[in-house]
Each structure stands twice: as C-alpha cells, then as structure tokens.
C-alpha cells in the first residue's frame, strides 16, 4: 500500500472511531458559545471544545462581568463615602469588605456561568471540557478532563484572546499582574501603577482608586484612550484627574521588578517609581498557542491573527474563525454578532453585520460610548462632516441627578446629513449610545433624530439636542 492509501486509510479509521458533528466549536466564550445555540437552533448537531471549567470566556470569568460587578461596588461605596451628603443623606461607619465585594462578584459569574451550561443543555449542543487541537481533515483532538477525538463537517475557531505585555516586563500572578489578577487582589494597594491608558487600564485603575488606593496611570502615547474621540479623551483625562488619578503621558515602561512588596517601575528619562501593585494592561493578543494551525492549513498574519475572508472562511477548507482571534474591535459584542453571522452563512448563504455601528462602551464615571466614525478618521477620510454638541450639564435630569459632567456630540455628513458617528462622555452612556446605533443601521439623519419626541426629563434629551445641534438649532444651550 502506498503512503497516500495508508494516510487515507487511517483517516477513514479515525472518522469511523470518533464522534462526528456538523460544527465542532473551539472555545466557549461569546462569539463560541452563541454560534454553537444558533448553529444548533438552524439545524446542526453541535459541539463545543472548551479548556476553561467555566464557559463565557475572558469576558465572563475574568473580563467583562467581574470588572463591572467591581465597578458598579466600587462607585457605591465611592458615593456613600463622599457624595450622599450633598443630598442630605448622612451615611457613618461606612467600611469596606473586600472578601466579601470579592465574593459578590464570584457569585455573579458563577451564576451567569450556569445560565450558559443551561443554554447549551437546552439546545442540544454537547460540551467537551478540555483543549482543542486541530488535527486536520476535520479532526479535532480534545485533550485534558475528558479526552476525546471528534469529527466536524465544519470548525469554527473561537479562542479569543490574552493579555500582552511588554519587553522588560513580566507579569508574575501577583504583584506584576495583569487584568486577571487585579480583579482578584485581596487587598487594596496604597499605591497602584497602571501601565497603559487604555480601557481596561482605566476601568480597574477607577475600580482601586475609589476604593481607597493611590494611582498612578503610564501612557507611552501622548494621550489617553487611544482610538475614542480626541475631543472626549481629553474631557476625560480632565474628569479624571479631578478624581484623582495622575497620568504620566509619553512615558516609555522600560522595566518592571518585584521584591517583596514593593514593585520598582524604571522608565526612559525620568525617575523610577515605587509601588506595592502593577497592573499591565497594554492590549490583548490571538490566542493560537497549540491549536494546530499551521497543521491544519490555517494561515495568520504577522501578529498571530487568523486570517479570514468576507464568510469568516480561513485558508483550510472547512475551518472558520470569529472574535478576538480574528483581529478587529476586541469586543464581547462584536464576537457574538460575528458568530451568529456565521453559522448562518453556513446554514443560509446568509449573515449580516454592520461594522460600522457596533457600539462601544468604556465603564468608568462617567461612562464613555461610541458608535460609527470620530472626527479623526473622517478627517483622515477627507468627508466634510458637521458635527453637534450637547452638553449634561444643561439637561435636566442630570442636573437632578447631580451628573453633569460630559456631553453628546453627533456627527453627520455636511451633505447628506447622515449620522457618520455619535459619541457620548456622561451618565449611563452606555444606555445611551443604542439609540444613535440602530439610528444609524437605518441609515439616519441627523434631523430623523432630532424629530422624534424624547421624554422629558431624561438623559437621552441631550442626544436629541446634540442632533439639533448639528444644525445649530438646539433649543438649551
């Protein structure tokens, strides 16, 4: 027998041994677990390869929704401390109990973790709990807690993706940590320094300070937030430090050591600094390690992202990739939409998405949210825009509410007068920013906005009059 026949042989032997499914899924978090219901919802029978005990991915375990549990912790106690007063509301022996803020949180993604395993239940969608190894010809080789070797029609490659670093700095699962970690301290650092301006760094940076500690936030770039609207960073770095963090900007992290308790910080031009806790936090990478890629005819680019076509197609015939690990807005969002689109292209010929109205959300106080373009990438774009500002400080409810800080700014076409991109620093913009997102998906104007009646008093009034803005006709301010 020739090798060929002997390969195709065994091959056939493996397909005959292993269970087989129209679409093994590797990776459970939200671009892979929604894919695997929706997949199962048109029809196919499903599997998803998960390494992690609990599904939902970062975002669940260790991302998302433990750092807004924290938030949302945090900013109570921030106010009982030093706000409620303002409104007449006298709070004494207000403490915090961190073991407790920690379990709280726990509890949240160990419920939410549940909700997904039902889901799955529900939709006959089989887990495999281990790691997941392409192996080629459509073999997926689960190693771990329940070893396994399974067949699929179709893969779909969902790994998401880890935090990155930086030379010189190396993370060690305590007091050098990464977002992981920080979610986690048992303790609140006197003084924590942040090493990049970014959304997760100011996000957590916000989560210890208002519980008590110094921080201290490096940025290599010369502002914070980079890719978020100038004119919005800048009126955030001015929210901030008035909160209390300090920000060194263009500042180049050239080492970081631990002894002890005591971090050492040394950077280019300028004095080392000391500190009890680190948090890295400058961006997330691919995570590919071990998958089988280059085996199975998967190609990436220089930066380890799998390379995909308009269909999330890779370059291995049946092999398909959504989220993180594909690049783009790392977003929880834009994986599941992207999941969903592709398994029922898969099924249909069919799925959409709009890249340019996925919304984005930064969870610090204020919140900041966008959708569609800035003014710098349409400037760089050469579109003539004109663009419309209210501010919260004017609307009623937010005076009310005592949040004034920030403003709505729409940007629209000079011609057309098509939305190009909402942007929002304030109270709840996360809410917010949805109604200028599925304005947009329906192709509005910003005049389409401005008409529709908004209730009154609401936060979502200073959308309509940053509409109006647009040209110039806003009636308070």
């Known amino acids: 027998m020739s090798s060929g026949g002997f390969a195709f042989t065994l091959l056939q032997v493996i397909f005959e041994m292993s269970e087989s499914f129209d679409l093994i899924v590797v990776g459970a978090g939200p671009g892979g677990y929604v894919a695997a219901i929706r997949a199962s919802q048109l029809g196919m029978k499903v599997a998803v390869v998960e390494r992690e005990q609990k599904l939902g991915g970062t975002c669940l375990r260790v991302g998302c929704i433990p750092s807004k549990a924290l938030l949302e912790t945090s900013e109570l106690y921030e106010q009982s401390q030093k706000h409620f007063a303002e409104r007449g509301l006298i709070v004494q022996g207000v403490t915090l109990d961190i073991a407790k803020m920690m379990s709280h949180k726990d509890s949240v993604v160990s419920t939410l973790d549940g909700g997904i395993q039902?889901?799955?239940?529900k939709n006959k969608?089989?887990?495999?709990?281990?790691h997941g190894k392409l192996k080629g010809g459509g073999v997926v080789e689960v190693s771990g807690n329940s070893p396994a070797t399974i067949t699929g029609k179709k893969i779909l490659i969902a790994t998401g993706s880890v935090s990155s670093s930086l030379p010189g700095i190396q993370p060690d699962g305590d007091r050098i940590g990464t977002s992981t970690e920080a979610i986690a301290w048992p303790e609140v650092p006197e003084h924590l320094v942040v090493i990049g301006a970014g959304v997760i760094g100011l996000e957590l940076g916000t989560v210890w300070r208002r519980l008590g500690a110094k921080v201290t936030v490096l940025e290599y770039l010369p502002r914070i937030l980079p890719g978020v609207d100038e004119q919005v960073a800048n009126e955030a770095k001015k929210i901030f430090e008035k909160q209390g963090l300090t920000f060194k900007l263009g500042t180049k992290v050239t080492s970081v050591t631990a002894a002890g308790k005591t971090c050492t910080i040394t950077m280019e031009g300028a004095e080392p600094i000391t500190c009890d806790r680190v948090l890295v936090a400058v961006g997330r990478k691919p995570c590919t390690d071990n998958l089988g890629l280059a085996e199975a005819g998967v190609q990436t680019d220089k930066r380890g992202f799998i390379q995909v076509n308009a269909g999330y197609q890779t370059t291995?015939?049946?092999?398909?990739?959504?989220?993180?690990?594909?690049?783009?807005?790392m977003l929880a969002h834009k994986a599941e939409e992207e999941g969903i689109a592709c398994v029922e292209k898969m099924a249909t010929g069919h799925g959409h998405i709009n890249y340019g109205t996925i919304p984005a959300v930064i969870y610090t106080s204020p919140e900041i949210a966008?959708?569609?373009a800035n003014e710098d990438a349409l400037k760089a774009a050469g579109i003539k825009y004109k663009a419309g500002r209210f501010s919260f400080a004017a609307n009623g409810r937010a005076r009310a509410a005592g949040h004034t800080d920030g403003f709505v700014k729409v940007l629209a076409d000079e011609a057309t007068d098509r939305v190009l991109g909402v942007h929002i620093i304030g109270a709840h913009a996360g809410e917010l920013i949805h109604e200028a997102a599925v304005a947009m998906e329906f192709g509005a104007s910003a005049e389409d906005i401005a008409r529709c009646c908004h209730a009154h008093p609401t936060l979502s009034e200073a959308v309509k009059e940053a509409a109006m803005a647009v040209d110039k006709r806003a009636i308070h301010s």
Do not use: H, P, Q
């Open 370 to 372: 966008s959708t569609g």
């Open 125 to 130: 969608v089989e887990r495999f709990f281990g």
């Open 118 to 121: 039902g889901l799955l239940k």
């Open 316 to 329: 291995a015939a049946g092999v398909y990739a959504v989220g993180d690990v594909i690049g783009g807005a």
